[in-house]
């Protein structure tokens, strides 16, 4: 598949294994990365926590879930992130975002073995993401 637009890059994330359980972060930081080099914009990184005991989130002392404020629209692999879902948005750096992802604790049901292929695939650098969280 050649990735020529944002809509391609966010096809080819959709397809990545487990991506929603765990793999959002990378999600965000590469459409942000994409987006930054590709179309020359700076978007942000925005980090979803749920009500309710902020659910997931905090067990995993992380964000619920993750995507990107593009364009006036909030986005993530697969669609608009429908933000009646989440109590809290938080906008993040880069740098915060990749100190988050490599952490302990993140979730560990996406296999991080697809970062390097992500990076490859859509032609960003993720050599700064550990594949393995400590």
Request: some cysteine.
């Amino acid at each position: 598949m050649k990735i020529t637009t944002l809509e391609d890059v966010r096809k080819f994330l959709s397809n990545i294994p487990n991506v929603n359980y765990g793999g959002c972060g990378i999600v965000a930081i590469s459409l942000y990365r994409w987006v930054k080099k590709n179309e020359k914009e700076n978007p942000k990184i925005i980090l979803f926590y749920r009500p309710s005991n902020e659910e997931v989130g905090s067990l995993r002392k992380g964000p619920t879930h993750c995507g990107i404020e593009y364009r006036g629209r909030i986005i993530d692999e697969n669609e608009e992130v429908p933000l009646d879902l989440y109590s809290t948005q938080i906008s993040i750096s880069e740098k915060g975002m990749v100190n988050l992802l490599n952490r302990e604790n993140w979730n560990e049901d996406f296999d991080r073995k697809h970062v390097p292929i992500i990076g490859e695939q859509i032609g960003i650098d993720l050599s700064d993401i550990c594949l393995k969280a400590d």
